[in-house]
């Protein structure tokens, strides 16, 4: 059974600093996905990496992904309030016709100024 | 960009009632799902849906759960005798064939359901 673990589970972080969420699966998968999510919303799309070594990079927020080690990490960098959300990691679950996501617990994080 | 589009946003239902949640996914995305978010806790997969047919179900999708795809565009989810623990933001989801080489799964707003 894939698991899923995301840490830290909650992060508070001061404007400009840098911090790196990270994200360990537990059976093979080539495919990982970071979603970002505001209180009460859905989950936005942020990267989708699709092989080992991938990286991806978008303002502030940096993805990458180590199938090797099943771990993927999302580095952010000079953190401003707006990053405030929370982020989850989801790997692909290879099963039926298309596969489904399993989701680790999200990482609450909260920027202050 | 496209966007998969859910209604209710909000349903209130009666313990033991019937609730259908409706979602209208990207037109040419051909994977379709449902997945469900306890107030404060991870995502759960209920269901994958292909080719007018389920392709897999969790634990969670029990009989009491169904899903259809009535006509071209819709792909309900019936929840037959609605339990409080059935209470949670219910996101559909949809996502292109497999071998694009940027599948994105992009989730709808979401249903709260609340079942007193």
């Known amino acids: 059974e894939l698991k899923v673990e995301q840490n830290p589970l909650f992060l508070s972080m001061q404007e400009g600093k840098n911090y790196t969420i990270y994200c360990n699966y537990s059976?093979?998968?080539?495919?990982l996905y970071w979603y970002r999510q505001d209180p009460g919303k859905s989950l936005e799309s942020l990267f989708v990496?699709?092989?080992?070594?991938a990286v991806k990079q978008e303002g502030r927020l940096m993805a990458s992904l180590d199938t090797k080690a099943r771990l993927s990490t999302l580095h952010i960098t000079a953190a401003v309030h707006d990053l405030s959300a929370t982020y989850f990691c989801?790997?692909?679950?290879?099963?039926?016709?298309?596969?489904?996501?399993?989701f680790g617990k999200g990482t609450k994080l909260s920027v202050k100024p | 960009e496209p966007e998969v589009t859910q209604t209710p946003s909000h349903q209130v239902t009666q313990m033991g009632q019937e609730v259908i949640l409706r979602c209208v996914p990207i037109?040419?995305?051909?994977?379709f799902y449902w997945y469900r978010q306890i107030l404060g806790q991870k995502v759960e997969f209920l269901v994958s849906?292909?080719?007018?047919?389920?392709?897999?179900k969790s634990e969670i999708f029990d009989d009491q759960f169904s899903v259809e795809r009535p006509d071209g565009s819709n792909f309900t989810l019936k929840i037959r005798s609605t339990k409080l623990e059935d209470s949670a933001m219910y996101f559909c989801?949809?996502?292109?064939?497999?071998?694009?080489?940027?599948?994105?799964?992009?989730f709808g707003s979401g249903t709260q359901l609340s079942v007193l």
């Open positions: 989801a790997v692909l679950n290879y099963g039926g016709s298309q596969g489904n996501l399993i």
């Open positions: 037109s040419n995305h051909l994977y």
């Open positions: 990496l699709l092989s080992n070594g």
């Open positions: 059976t093979t998968s080539d495919r």
């Open positions: 849906f292909y080719n007018n047919e389920i392709s897999e």
């Open positions: 989801a949809s996502s292109e064939p497999k071998a694009a080489t940027n599948e994105k799964l992009l």
